[in-house]
């Protein structure tokens, strides 16, 4: 069974950071993109970032772009996000997301696997 565990979440001033970690475990290989999304109380949920285990490329939501970064371990399925200048507006649930196919449909807001998600609350 997979699962995806998210952690380092939780609550930090506007212009703080906070690094979120995404652990998984039961696949038997690299996942072929990971993704974070996030939900905001009263909102859809958006997605934010995106990496291929391939080759690596990253794309980001204009929304975080500049302040987020998305990273992975070489070889293993743990993907992280480093979240820069935090805004008020940021805080919502974060889900880690992963793709086990030759596709990456993090844009159109699906994955064949989620975690549980992970509060993040930043305050002004």
């Known amino acids: 069974q997979v699962q995806l565990v998210e952690s380092g979440g939780g609550s930090v001033q506007a212009g703080g950071s906070l690094r979120l970690s995404c652990v998984a475990s039961g696949y038997p290989g690299n996942f072929f993109c990971m993704s974070w999304f996030r939900q905001a109380p009263g909102k859809e949920r958006e997605a934010i970032a995106q990496?291929?285990?391939?080759?690596?490329?990253?794309n980001y939501a204009g929304s975080v772009k500049g302040r987020f970064a998305v990273s992975k371990d070489y070889g293993k399925n743990n993907l992280y996000l480093q979240m820069d200048s935090l805004k008020p507006e940021d805080t919502a649930m974060y889900y880690c997301?992963?793709?086990?196919?030759?596709?990456?449909?993090?844009?159109?807001?699906?994955?064949?696997?989620w975690g549980r998600g992970i509060q993040v609350t930043v305050s002004s």
């Open positions: 997301a992963a793709e086990s196919r030759s596709r990456c449909r993090t844009w159109i807001g699906e994955a064949d696997y």
């Open positions: 990496i291929y285990t391939g080759g690596g490329a990253k």
